[in-house]
């Protein structure tokens, strides 16, 4: 027995004494000092022997254990000041920025496209402007000319919201209203909507300034539709210019100089007559292909398939504003003498700010901008 002591502890030196990481130190510790090692099952059986070897088996016993056990932490210290030197020689700021660094983001596709509209029709002496997405039924509709039974009234083409809750005189009977009706407002007024289109900001910039006005008005808006070509929510960039002695032509060179810029210095523009209920006349716009440089066919006689053959692509609907329009705008000390349609002229027009980010990147479903799918997203920086 104490052979096999001495053989132990002479062994679990050496091993310790070898040891090159404090993992291995650790198994070592278990393996000679741990509750199943033969060292410490030597000194549990030490009531089981012989008066006369108790004493020096447990002697022995004691000794190999504590012996061990002082090597280990030794071991232990070295092992650990020798991890600190490298540790310090090797040291890690993690505040850092990585190598190379990551970009802190990027702008989407969508909000790039709509800042260099922005910033187009900015050159050319425009304002941008904001409105608000909850409109009433007044700007959305009324106050652009739209008959009361437009078909864009209907539930199935606008989303009506109800209006915020008031509380009523007691003398007035409580609103019966149809699941089916509009939802009139406590007031007696007309519904609330998500706006439609980013046109009731024309009446709004109208009211709040006076002749001449040039405007821009990007923003959301919001329809019941969903396909490749449609989202429920989608963004629009209207425009407004009112001025005197202003007419086509001027759209027309306004316009043109928007399409050189967004898609190549020989592009064309041509007016299409149109019917838009605050236009009159009222026109669709269309940019000469800058794919097959308007010809409608590739250098290999393939059709193109940008603007499938037509050598033109529909951008957006404009004209001149409507003179019932300007009688929704009421004449005050502000704006004396009001927008007089015998005195003042212009034009507006409204375009997509996806549809021209899908012609321009070639986008094929509308859809994709709101998927978050980093292998589209990624492509446009």
Same mark, same amino acid.
């Given at each position: ?86 540790? #310090? ?78 509380? #009523? ?213």
């Amino acid at each position: 027995m104490i052979e096999r002591i001495a053989q132990l502890r002479a062994q679990g030196e050496s091993e310790i004494a070898a040891a090159g990481t404090l993992e291995a130190l650790e198994q070592l510790r278990v393996g000679y000092l741990g509750r199943k090692a033969e060292l410490p099952q030597i000194l549990r059986g030490v009531a089981k022997l012989e008066a006369a070897d108790r004493a020096t088996v447990g002697q022995a016993a004691n000794q190999a254990r504590d012996a061990l056990q002082q090597l280990i932490e030794q071991r232990e210290a070295e092992l650990s000041a020798q991890l600190r030197g490298v540790l #310090e020689a090797d040291r890690l700021d993690v505040t850092l920025p990585g190598a190379p660094p990551q970009p802190v983001g990027r702008l989407h596709l969508l909000s790039a496209t709509r800042r260099e509209l922005e910033d187009i029709f900015i050159g050319l002496g425009f304002t941008v402007m904001e409105g608000p997405e909850v409109e009433t039924v007044h700007y959305n509709f009324d106050a652009l000319n739209h008959a009361p039974t437009h078909p864009a009234r209907a539930r199935t083409d606008t989303f009506y919201i109800a209006p915020p809750e008031r509380s #009523e005189p007691a003398w007035r009977p409580s609103l019966q209203r149809s699941p089916a009706a509009p939802l009139p407002s406590p007031d007696g007024g007309v519904a609330l909507v998500l706006r439609t289109h980013t046109s009731p900001m024309q009446v709004r910039a109208m009211e709040a300034n006076p002749p001449p006005l040039y405007v821009v008005i990007p923003g959301r808006a919001y329809r019941p539709d969903s396909d490749a070509t449609h989202t429920p929510q989608f963004h629009q960039i209207e425009g407004l210019a009112v001025d005197e002695d202003i007419t086509l032509a001027d759209l027309k060179g306004t316009l043109l100089v928007f399409a050189r810029a967004v898609f190549g210095d020989e592009r064309e523009v041509r007016l299409r007559p149109h019917f838009f209920p605050f236009t009159e006349p009222s026109v669709e716009v269309d940019v000469s292909c800058f794919s097959c440089q308007g010809k409608g066919f590739m250098r290999d006689g393939s059709r193109c398939t940008v603007c499938k053959g037509e050598g033109w692509l529909e951008v957006l609907g404009a004209g001149e504003v409507d003179p019932n329009v300007y009688s929704f705008v009421p004449t005050t000390e502000r704006n004396a003498p009001g927008y007089d349609p015998e005195q003042v002229q212009g034009f507006a027009w409204g375009m997509g700010i996806e549809r021209i980010a899908m012609l321009r990147h070639g986008v094929p479903d509308l859809r994709l901008y709101y998927d978050n799918d980093l292998r589209l997203l990624e492509q446009f920086g």
